[in-house]
């Protein structure tokens, strides 16, 4: 028996290889396909099924392609409608693979479709979970995301929840091992462990939506506490995992095209194609095309363009580091964007050779930050991270201006004004100047330095405090 978790850092994505006797399942396949099918032609086996936990929202799968190509079925849990043939299989159904066996457990909760699937080893003894959104290490799938379109309540769900957990996977044997769709960092849960596999016995002691003690009641309420609303492209990912969507290889060939600086600037002249800028954070403040938007390969990549560009069907100019230009057509399909049109061949080192115009945004370390804040008393300041970051510390004068809804709060900032913006590391804050700077706001100055730094500093911060004693937090 083999067991291979194929992690993906930038979406925090776990998809499964598992392999025995010459036959492969797939668990939540990436939108690439040759990975799964190159390493099962190594095996020297042959793709049986791909089992689908749930129609994932923060990613585009790769089931449609792989069943393709690879002849696999399809394999969803009980209330799975789709546009393509799959197996929607009913509660406790088996699979078999080679000597293994798969049972479908329906966990209903994170959406009505979520299933877990039990692998039974060569005697029949459960031996892991494979649990999707249900169950994460250190926390549940997040209740909010299914109940659109149907006669549900967030709390209805948060309530089929706690029912799937205790009556299905609670009664496990606690030496099971827990292998959950995501890990730390994915948008799917609250407050996921940067680990990316367990044990549910250690779950059990550990992961607060599972103490035994538990009440449904205080379960909704601790379940459902402090959700901060999905990213607008989830439910646009969780449709195309419905309907399908075109083959990779075609989204690759689209966008994989060269174009010299001539022809990039006149598709950029000719098309509404977005230009978007993947290189690091140092190469995009020596200079870049105007009107750009930088988000960086080298970040949280795909998250951040499915949450800051609002049409799937955007069509995209890539400049990218050299060689690296396949991979952001392939990174931006993960999240359903399958539009690139081309990228700009020689980068930007191409485009200045031509004398071609370039744009810079003013860019300090935290050291002159520190002597602009102590010098000004009207500083106006953007802090661009997320709202839990922001209420644990914040500079003291500084504005919230969270990344993730920068196009709705653009309307509370004001042109004339000189903003220094910041974040946790200043990737965020380079993005945000980035389109802060394409929409007219000409008097930005980025931070590039860690909030650490600041905090170190003699910035005047505010950290959280104890509504009962008044202490920091």
């Known amino acids: ?45 042959v793709i049986k099924y791909i089992l689908e936990t749930h129609f994932h929202a923060d990613f585009v799968s790769g089931h449609v392609d792989l069943a393709k190509k690879s002849g696999a079925q399809i394999v969803y849990g009980p209330n799975a409608k789709t546009d393509f043939d799959i197996i929607e299989a009913i509660d406790g159904q088996e699979f078999k693979l080679g000597e293994l066996t798969f049972r479908v ?90 680990e990316t596999w367990s044990t549910l016995k250690l779950q059990k002691q550990t992961n607060y939506a599972l103490r035994a003690d538990m009440t449904k009641e205080e379960f909704i309420k601790e379940v459902t ?35 010299n600086p001539r022809e990039f600037e006149v598709a950029a002249n000719e098309t509404d194609a977005l230009l978007l800028d993947v290189r690091s954070i140092g190469d995009f403040g020596r200079g870049f095309i105007p009107n ?12 951040w363009v499915g949450a800051l560009i609002p049409d799937l069907k955007q069509e995209i100019l890539i400049i990218a580091p050299k060689g690296r230009e396949a991979e952001t057509v392939k990174r931006l399909s993960r999240v359903g964007f399958d539009h690139s049109i081309g990228y700009l061949d020689g980068g930007m080192e191409a485009w200045q050779g031509e004398g071609k115009e370039i744009d810079t945004i ?12 102590n010098n000004d008393e009207n500083i106006a300041i953007l802090d661009v991270r997320k709202p839990g970051e ?25 042109t004339e004004t000189n903003y220094y913006i910041h974040c946790r590391s200043g990737y965020r804050s380079t993005v945000a100047a980035s389109i802060l700077k394409a929409r007219g706001f000409e008097n930005l100055i980025n931070v590039n330095g860690t909030f650490e730094e600041i905090s170190a500093s003699a910035i005047h911060t505010t950290a959280a405090v104890c509504p009962t004693t008044g202490k920091p937090l």
Not at 234 to 247: E, I, R
């Open 1 to 45: 028996m083999t067991i291979e978790q194929i992690y993906t850092g930038c979406l925090a994505q776990g998809a499964y290889y598992i392999e025995n006797g010459g036959e492969v399942a797939i668990i939540d396949p990436l939108r690439e396909t040759s990975p799964y099918l190159e390493r099962a032609q190594k095996d020297g086996a």
């Open 225 to 259: 506490d402090g959700l901060t609303p999905p990213p607008q492209y989830f439910a646009k990912n969780a449709k195309l995992n419905k309907t399908g969507y075109d083959s990779f290889d075609k989204v690759l060939k689209r966008g994989v095209v060269a174009l």
């Open 390 to 414: 922001w209420s644990s510390e914040h500079v003291q004068s500084a504005q919230h201006f969270a990344l993730d809804f920068i196009d709705k709060n653009m309307a509370e900032i004001n």
């Open 292 to 303: 750009s938007i930088f988000i960086g390969l080298d970040g949280s990549f795909a998250p």
């Open 105 to 194: 457990l329906h966990t209903p909760g994170h959406t009505m479709e979520s299933t877990c699937f039990l692998l039974l080893d060569e005697n029949g003894k459960e031996y892991a979970l494979f649990s999707g959104d249900t169950l994460f290490i250190g926390d549940v799938g997040r209740p909010d995301l299914a109940q659109k379109g149907l006669d549900l309540t967030i709390e209805m769900l948060a309530g089929y929840l706690f029912d799937s957990l205790r009556q299905k996977v609670m009664t496990l044997p606690d030496d099971v091992i827990v292998y959950p769709a995501h890990g730390a960092g994915s948008a799917c849960g609250k407050n996921m462990s940067a």
């Open 362 to 373: 003013n860019t300090i370390d935290v050291a002159d930050f520190e002597s602009a804040f």
